[in-house]
């Protein structure tokens, strides 16, 4: 049964470009480095790269980060399958990402803005059209080469 799912699932059945699988292991390596600063270093990334006060509430914020962190490691783990095992589910992949980075521009910017100049706040409004053109990419198959009449014999 695993096996008929690789084959379901399998590289050979990607017919996007190769920039949406590219963007995808590119997202894993992303997600990798984020996730392992978060969740393994001492202050999380948050004060040493976001500036952020842990003198009030530090074992909050630090919990918080670390278990974003987890989750980024999780999705390293996800993309990176995808990327070199399961291409048929790049699109699904970089959509979740997509969504994910509009989500983080609507949280950051509008409905709980982030009041210091974090990497994560200016993150996502680059990301968006990055990843809507990767979807893109990921979504547009190429025609079949054609065959020439000796071949089609």
Known sequence: MATNLAKSLGNDRYHGMAIG?????AMAAINLFRGATHLLTADGGAERIAGIDLSQNGEVILSLFATMGFGQLLMAAIDLAVALRYR???????????????????ILWW????????????????????????LLAALRTHAA???????AR
């Open 21 to 25: 699988w590219v963007f995808v292991l």
């Open 88 to 106: 048929a589910l790049v699109p699904l992949v970089i959509a979740y990402t997509l969504l994910q980075q509009i989500g983080a521009v609507v």
């Open 111 to 134: 409905w709980r803005p982030l009041p210091v100049e974090a990497p994560g706040k200016y993150g996502p409004l680059v990301m968006v059209p990055i990843a809507a053109l990767a």
């Open 145 to 151: 080469p054609a065959q020439s009449s000796q071949e």
